[in-house]
Protein backbone atom coordinates (compact mmCIF):
# COMPACT_ATOMS: atom_id res chain seq x y z
CA UNK A 1 0.00 0.00 0.00
CA UNK A 2 3.13 2.50 1.41
CA UNK A 3 4.76 1.45 -2.19
CA UNK A 4 1.30 2.90 -4.26
CA UNK A 5 0.86 5.94 -2.08
CA UNK A 6 4.78 6.95 -1.95
CA UNK A 7 5.67 5.91 -5.56
CA UNK A 8 8.07 2.98 -5.37
CA UNK A 9 9.45 0.41 -2.89
CA UNK A 10 12.86 1.84 -2.56
CA UNK A 11 11.55 5.48 -1.72
CA UNK A 12 9.27 3.91 1.30
CA UNK A 13 12.69 2.46 2.49
CA UNK A 14 14.71 5.91 2.45
CA UNK A 15 11.39 7.43 4.11
CA UNK A 16 11.51 5.35 6.80
CA UNK A 17 15.64 5.38 7.49
CA UNK A 18 15.08 8.92 7.56
CA UNK A 19 12.20 9.41 9.84
CA UNK A 20 13.39 6.39 12.11
CA UNK A 21 16.50 8.17 12.60
CA UNK A 22 16.38 11.95 13.06
CA UNK A 23 19.67 13.94 13.71
CA UNK A 24 21.40 11.39 11.75
CA UNK A 25 23.12 11.86 8.47
CA UNK A 26 23.92 8.93 5.54
CA UNK A 27 26.45 9.27 2.57
CA UNK A 28 25.06 7.18 -0.45
CA UNK A 29 26.87 4.29 -0.23
CA UNK A 30 25.51 3.43 3.60
CA UNK A 31 22.33 4.35 2.53
CA UNK A 32 22.58 1.34 -0.43
CA UNK A 33 23.41 -1.14 2.07
CA UNK A 34 20.99 -0.56 4.81
CA UNK A 35 17.48 0.26 2.30
CA UNK A 36 19.56 -3.25 0.36
CA UNK A 37 18.46 -1.39 -3.05
CA UNK A 38 20.36 -0.58 -6.52
CA UNK A 39 22.57 2.53 -5.96
CA UNK A 40 21.00 4.40 -9.62
CA UNK A 41 17.64 3.80 -7.67
CA UNK A 42 18.56 5.10 -4.11
CA UNK A 43 20.14 8.14 -6.05
CA UNK A 44 16.87 8.72 -8.14
CA UNK A 45 14.89 9.09 -5.00
CA UNK A 46 17.40 10.65 -3.34
CA UNK A 47 17.36 13.26 -5.89
CA UNK A 48 13.15 13.01 -5.61
CA UNK A 49 13.11 14.13 -1.45
CA UNK A 50 15.77 16.36 -2.04
CA UNK A 51 13.27 18.46 -4.56
CA UNK A 52 10.67 17.89 -2.18
CA UNK A 53 12.30 19.49 0.74
CA UNK A 54 11.70 16.41 2.96
CA UNK A 55 15.80 15.87 3.08
CA UNK A 56 18.34 17.72 2.96
CA UNK A 57 22.60 17.36 2.43
CA UNK A 58 25.40 18.53 2.90
CA UNK A 59 29.17 17.81 1.83
CA UNK A 60 31.78 16.75 4.19
CA UNK A 61 34.59 15.19 3.60
CA UNK A 62 34.50 14.67 -0.13
CA UNK A 63 30.89 12.47 0.24
CA UNK A 64 27.87 14.27 0.09
CA UNK A 65 25.58 13.41 3.28
CA UNK A 66 21.83 13.36 3.38
CA UNK A 67 19.48 13.90 6.81
CA UNK A 68 15.96 14.39 7.07
CA UNK A 69 14.75 18.07 7.35
CA UNK A 70 12.73 18.34 10.25
CA UNK A 71 11.62 21.86 9.41
CA UNK A 72 9.66 20.36 6.89
CA UNK A 73 5.86 21.36 6.43
CA UNK A 74 4.86 17.78 7.19
CA UNK A 75 7.48 16.26 9.35
CA UNK A 76 5.12 15.39 12.37
CA UNK A 77 2.54 13.05 10.39
CA UNK A 78 5.38 11.59 8.30
CA UNK A 79 7.33 10.66 11.53
CA UNK A 80 3.83 8.92 12.67
CA UNK A 81 3.93 7.06 9.33
CA UNK A 82 7.34 6.13 9.08
CA UNK A 83 8.71 5.56 12.51
CA UNK A 84 5.59 3.53 14.01
CA UNK A 85 3.62 4.90 16.57
CA UNK A 86 3.22 3.68 20.26
CA UNK A 87 0.95 4.85 23.12
CA UNK A 88 1.99 6.44 25.67
CA UNK A 89 1.44 4.67 29.10
CA UNK A 90 3.23 4.93 31.95
CA UNK A 91 4.23 1.30 33.63
CA UNK A 92 2.46 0.55 36.78
CA UNK A 93 0.21 3.58 36.63
CA UNK A 94 -3.38 3.16 36.80
CA UNK A 95 -5.56 5.09 34.95
CA UNK A 96 -7.47 7.90 36.93
CA UNK A 97 -11.75 8.72 35.19
CA UNK A 98 -9.80 11.93 33.77
CA UNK A 99 -6.88 9.88 31.95
CA UNK A 100 -10.02 7.21 30.43
CA UNK A 101 -11.76 9.57 28.88
CA UNK A 102 -9.01 11.81 27.51
CA UNK A 103 -7.16 10.32 23.98
CA UNK A 104 -3.42 8.88 24.97
CA UNK A 105 -0.49 11.04 22.99
CA UNK A 106 0.72 9.06 20.39
CA UNK A 107 4.60 8.86 20.86
CA UNK A 108 7.48 7.91 18.37
CA UNK A 109 9.97 4.98 19.87
CA UNK A 110 12.84 4.12 17.83
CA UNK A 111 12.95 0.38 16.65
CA UNK A 112 16.38 -0.59 18.53
CA UNK A 113 14.50 1.05 21.43
CA UNK A 114 12.99 -2.73 22.14
CA UNK A 115 16.92 -4.25 21.96
CA UNK A 116 17.96 -2.12 24.54
CA UNK A 117 15.35 -2.74 26.54
CA UNK A 118 16.51 -6.12 26.61
CA UNK A 119 19.92 -5.24 28.63
CA UNK A 120 18.25 -4.12 31.83
CA UNK A 121 16.87 -1.62 33.52
CA UNK A 122 17.74 1.38 30.54
CA UNK A 123 16.33 5.07 31.45
CA UNK A 124 18.15 6.60 28.57
CA UNK A 125 19.85 5.58 25.63
CA UNK A 126 21.65 8.76 23.20
CA UNK A 127 23.17 7.93 19.85
CA UNK A 128 25.59 10.70 19.24
CA UNK A 129 29.45 10.88 17.79
CA UNK A 130 29.88 8.76 14.91
CA UNK A 131 25.82 9.02 13.79
CA UNK A 132 25.40 12.44 14.01
CA UNK A 133 29.00 13.52 12.59
CA UNK A 134 29.44 15.52 16.03
CA UNK A 135 32.43 14.78 18.47
CA UNK A 136 32.22 16.68 20.83
CA UNK A 137 31.15 14.03 23.54
CA UNK A 138 33.63 11.77 22.53
CA UNK A 139 31.28 8.93 22.52
CA UNK A 140 28.97 7.37 20.26
CA UNK A 141 26.19 5.47 22.73
CA UNK A 142 25.49 6.74 26.09
CA UNK A 143 23.69 3.76 28.04
CA UNK A 144 21.98 4.58 31.37
CA UNK A 145 20.76 2.43 33.54
CA UNK A 146 21.05 -1.16 35.09
CA UNK A 147 22.44 -3.14 32.55
CA UNK A 148 23.24 -6.83 32.00
CA UNK A 149 27.41 -6.34 31.03
CA UNK A 150 27.12 -9.56 28.44
CA UNK A 151 24.20 -8.37 26.73
CA UNK A 152 25.10 -5.31 26.58
CA UNK A 153 28.55 -5.99 24.83
CA UNK A 154 26.57 -8.00 22.86
CA UNK A 155 24.32 -6.13 21.33
CA UNK A 156 26.90 -3.24 20.95
CA UNK A 157 28.52 -5.87 18.73
CA UNK A 158 25.75 -6.78 16.49
CA UNK A 159 24.99 -2.98 16.52
CA UNK A 160 28.84 -2.22 15.17
CA UNK A 161 28.37 -5.49 12.14
CA UNK A 162 25.22 -3.62 11.58
CA UNK A 163 26.92 -0.53 10.65
CA UNK A 164 30.51 -1.22 9.75
CA UNK A 165 32.21 0.72 12.28
CA UNK A 166 33.74 0.07 16.18
CA UNK A 167 31.58 2.39 18.59
CA UNK A 168 32.84 4.16 21.76
CA UNK A 169 30.02 3.31 24.61
CA UNK A 170 29.66 4.59 27.90
CA UNK A 171 27.28 2.96 30.49
CA UNK A 172 26.41 4.76 33.84
CA UNK A 173 23.80 4.16 36.60
CA UNK A 174 20.88 6.15 37.41
CA UNK A 175 21.96 8.10 40.30
CA UNK A 176 25.63 8.81 38.50
CA UNK A 177 23.85 10.17 35.58
CA UNK A 178 21.03 12.59 37.65
CA UNK A 179 24.27 13.51 39.79
CA UNK A 180 26.53 14.20 37.04
CA UNK A 181 23.69 16.24 35.17
CA UNK A 182 23.25 18.05 38.63
CA UNK A 183 27.02 19.91 38.57
CA UNK A 184 26.74 20.28 35.19
CA UNK A 185 29.47 17.48 34.68
CA UNK A 186 31.52 18.41 31.30
CA UNK A 187 31.03 15.03 29.73
CA UNK A 188 27.32 15.39 30.42
CA UNK A 189 27.41 18.82 29.07
CA UNK A 190 28.76 17.95 25.93
CA UNK A 191 27.02 15.21 25.27
CA UNK A 192 23.63 16.83 25.60
CA UNK A 193 24.79 19.78 23.64
CA UNK A 194 26.22 17.87 21.08
CA UNK A 195 24.01 17.15 17.87
CA UNK A 196 22.55 13.62 19.29
CA UNK A 197 19.37 10.85 18.58
CA UNK A 198 17.11 10.07 21.71
CA UNK A 199 16.70 6.14 21.37
CA UNK A 200 15.04 5.88 24.96
CA UNK A 201 14.43 8.77 27.40
CA UNK A 202 12.29 7.39 30.59
CA UNK A 203 11.10 10.21 33.19
CA UNK A 204 12.49 12.99 30.36
CA UNK A 205 15.66 12.65 31.87
CA UNK A 206 17.29 14.72 29.40
CA UNK A 207 16.38 17.99 31.83
CA UNK A 208 17.33 18.67 35.18
Known sequence: MFEQLFGSKTRVKLLQLFFTNPN???????????????????????????????????ANNNRLYYEVNQTYEFYKPLVQIFSGVKTEKEEGDKPSDKSKSKPKQPIVEHPLAKDFRGIGKVNLVIFTGQFTRDEQSGVDVLIVGDVNQSKTAKLMSELEETEGKELRYTIMSLPSYQYRLQISDRFISNLLAAKNQVIINNDNLLTK
Open 24 to 58: RSFYVREITRKVDEQINSVRRELSNLLSIGIITSE
